[in-house]
């Protein structure tokens, strides 16, 4: 298998083009449950600016993320960005930053008192990591994961962005719409909510339903409820479509871009309108639908007529501009440095032959190679913090209930620790706890790892006292005998007591 960089640099400048493109021409049906009925831009005033997205916007911070820091991202790292530069307050974003700066480390962040952890704030930010680890939709994976759980913790808002961060990694070397769906949903739980709108989606299809059909049995069975103020279309209402669930949008709004796909097939502007005309969050769909279609089909096969209204500017709206001042300006410059990222990640994960100054020949590719390897592993970051170190990774799993505890409460912390080492090792634990909370069964102890043994688990319980603080914080210190190693690993509770029993 060999991918010529050429050619990788044609799909990732047609995956940017496409998302400018589809944020722009869904832009004025955002959150409308309504079927529409477009044939192009709507907007007469264009001027040949793209309208700015969040959409791309968080993606260009997650790219000035690894130049800055490296290719080793980490979800802390990620929420330090965060804090610092996203600035909505609205649903997701807005919840998860609470979160943030309340002292919550991701998914926690995600996860806590979010009614909006299920929708679609991630998966729209998916093609950084597919198009930094082209042909890696493993490696994509975990990158898209670390990124989700900051604002959607456990939900399906995670799923979905790990769906679609596989789908457009492997579409740079499968063009396939089908398979690479296939592809795509090894990677989240076959019994998860994304999963099933995606299966209805290919249950229409295959029986030969219209997309319109398609999309109202999305919605008959996968649909979230609008927020009050988003109107819904009396033909929706009198189809029950005026309920379900608030905050429950991305399984239909993952399965309705999949719709715009393989209706409009080769037919780029095809893909544009139905995506749109499904309605829902259309600005995602249509960008994201967009995107892929881009990577398939490269920036060369892009029609110029969707180009020109919007040019190759790049307009942000939810950056902290004031202190990023080295954002991409075009789509052309986001290519550049996305290609310069995506060979250092190739390097690091061996993957030279996907940038190959030969011709492309993908004559010998499986799919079935790019199935999911580690379902278990993308499941278990969406479970607690995890804390990287030189040798070891330690995760902490909250339980039920999460970070909160009450007055004299007892609440149980799992932590997984997992060798990388492959050596006999002594590890000393300690906990540093501040009055009122005691832990046992001791405060302090040790764990002998074999030479042939990986991973170890040990729970704590913890009891609190008479809390006094909105946050209780606790560290556990893991020495190793003989070594030089300390790793530090935060603990923190939030204060439960006026929450409902």
């Known amino acids: 298998m060999r991918l010529n960089r050429n050619d990788y640099r044609d799909k990732v400048l047609g995956c940017w083009l496409g998302k400018n493109i589809g944020g722009t021409v869904g832009a004025p049906f955002e959150w409308k449950r309504q079927v529409n009925d477009i044939s192009f831009y709507v907007q007469a005033d264009l001027n040949g600016r793209a309208l700015p997205n969040d959409d791309l916007d968080i993606q260009l911070l997650w790219l000035c993320a690894m130049e800055e820091k490296g290719l080793d991202v980490t979800s802390q790292r990620l929420a330090d960005y965060w804090c610092r530069f996203v600035t909505p307050h609205w649903a997701e974003y807005g919840n998860a930053k609470i979160n943030m700066r309340h002292g919550l480390l991701p998914p926690l962040s995600g996860s806590t008192g979010n009614a909006f952890k299920h929708s679609c704030g991630a998966y729209i930010r998916s ?4 198009c930094v680890a082209p042909g890696l939709p493993h490696v994509a994976a975990h990158y898209a994961v670390r990124d989700a759980i900051l604002d959607h913790g456990d939900g399906e808002g995670t799923y979905a962005e790990v769906f679609m961060a596989a789908l457009e990694s492997a579409a740079f070397v499968v063009s396939d719409l089908r398979a690479l769906i296939d592809i795509a949903l090894t990677y989240v739980p076959a019994d998860c909510g994304v999963a ?3 299966r209805t989606t290919l249950q229409c299809r295959d029986a030969g339903k219209t997309w319109l059909e398609t999309r109202d049995e999305i919605l008959r069975h996968h649909r979230g409820r609008l927020a009050d103020f988003w109107p819904v279309s009396p033909r929706d209402r009198e189809l029950g479509f005026d309920t379900g669930e608030l905050g ?20 780029f502007g095809q893909v544009m309108c139905i995506a749109v005309n499904c309605g829902e969050d259309t600005d995602c769909t249509a960008a994201t639908a ?3 279609w881009g990577i398939i089909h490269g920036a060369a096969a892009v029609p110029q007529k969707w180009i020109d209204p919007i040019g190759r500017g790049i307009a942000t709206i939810v950056l902290n501009l004031g202190e990023l001042w080295h954002l991409p300006k075009t789509v052309d410059e986001l290519a550049d440095r996305t290609q310069r990222l995506a060979r250092q990640v190739l390097v690091r994960n061996h993957a030279e032959h996907l940038w190959s100054d030969q011709p492309t020949d ?16 993308l499941r278990t970051l969406m479970s607690g913090p995890t804390f990287a170190f030189d040798f070891f990774t330690v995760h902490v799993h909250y339980g039920d209930g999460g970070p909160a505890i009450r007055n004299g409460q007892t609440k149980p912390l799992t932590f997984t620790l997992h060798s990388h080492w492959g050596v006999q090792a002594i590890l000393n634990l300690r906990w540093y706890l501040p009055d009122g909370l005691h ?6 102890g040790s764990l002998t790892f074999a030479a042939y043994e990986n991973s170890k688990a040990v729970t704590f319980q913890f009891t609190a006292g008479e809390l006094r603080e909105p946050v209780t914080r606790a560290v556990l210190e893991i020495t190793a005998d003989s070594r030089p190693t300390v790793m530090l690993v935060p603990v923190m509770f939030t204060n439960g007591n006026l929450l409902p029993e």
């Open 439 to 444: 832990v046992s069964p001791a405060p302090q």
């Open 362 to 377: 993908l004559g010998d590719l499986d799919p079935a190679g790019l199935r999911c390897r580690d379902l278990a592993g």
């Open 248 to 267: 429950y949008d991305v399984p239909s709004n993952i399965a309705l871009t999949l719709v715009s796909l393989l209706w409009g097939g080769e037919d």
């Open 290 to 292: 967009g995107s892929i």
């Open 196 to 198: 099933a709108a995606v």
């Open 127 to 130: 093609e950084i990591w597919a």
